[in-house]
């Protein structure tokens, strides 16, 4: 049976995941923390856009000239 001391790669490992896992949850706690503190400021004003659509039907010279 092997001794824990002498595995120093499973050691590494562990130690890894636990980093990443704290960077990850440090992370999300400052993202959530910025996001509760800035007010929600609307950088663009929202315009209604028009929408022109115009239909091609197979008989049209349109069509025709295109294909």
Avoid: N, Q
Wanted: charged residues 15%; glycine residues 2%; positive net charge.
């Amino acid at each position: 049976m092997s001794d824990w001391t002498s595995l120093w790669y499973v050691w590494l490992i562990l130690l890894m995941v636990f980093l990443l896992l704290l960077c990850g949850i440090s992370a999300s706690c400052i993202k959530f923390c910025c996001r509760k503190k800035r007010l929600p400021v609307e950088t663009f004003p929202r315009h209604p856009c028009d929408l022109a659509v115009m239909g091609i039907d197979s008989d049209s010279t349109a069509h025709s000239t295109v294909t």
